[in-house]
């Protein structure tokens, strides 16, 4: 029996990369995993591939930055499951460009999804999670949070979600709800993919081990935050990166 048995953990973003990841670390675990994505084809894909491996998964096809689209989605997996345990804040866009030269829609698409799409999560999960006096609500950030260039729309926007978790946190902890916030390094998915080879060598020469991270990495950080083990740790921010950020 896996330590996540008996739970159910929604993560957003999950038909690819690092959500994929992290939700396939969640159902090794034991737990019935929802996965939430824009990409419908690849959230069938997704599931598929977890049922082959023998885990319990279903998806739902949402725009998270839709308050009525995830109002409905809440109320969907409340009604199927009949609660939420773990809800993981992971779907995210990066639009970048020098500050100078970013346009209000390229700063407000990724303020969209991944602050609004957090928040509105963030709120719904915890409607929910009160009512049954427990809950694990884990955001992921980015360790450009801290400012990165070319990043002035995406940073602020993970500044916001650490924010908006230790707010969270703070209200939420009388509720046994604990809430975290993960920021990754540099991880190996179709985002940082996207970089050109020079971009990507450059991450690695600051990375103290070396390497990219895998989906995997996070995933077990969640994984134990989720669990009972992590039971006492609330409006933390832990950087998963292999000591890029010390
Ligand atoms: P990715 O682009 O490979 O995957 C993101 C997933 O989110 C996709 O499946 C996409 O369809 C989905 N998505 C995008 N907008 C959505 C929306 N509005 N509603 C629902 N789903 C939506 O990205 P990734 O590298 O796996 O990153 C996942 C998260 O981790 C993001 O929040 C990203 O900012 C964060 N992050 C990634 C890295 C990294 O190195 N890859 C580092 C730090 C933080």
Known sequence: MGKLSGKVAMVTGAA???????AEKLGKEGAQVVIVDLNEEACKEAVDSFREEGYRATSYTVNIANEDEVTKLFNNVTDEFGKIDILVNNAGINKDGTLHKMSVDQWQQVLDVNLTGTFLCTREAAVRMKERNEGRIISI??????????QANYAASKAGVVGLTKTAARELAKNNITCNAICPGFIDTDMTRGVPDKVWDQMINKIPMGRAGAPSDVGNMIAFLASDEASYITGEVINVGGGMVI
Request: hydrophobic share 35%.
């Open 141 to 150: 950030s980015s360790a450009s949070w801290l400012g990165n260039f070319g």
């Open 16 to 22: 690819r990369g690092l959500g994929k990841g992290i």
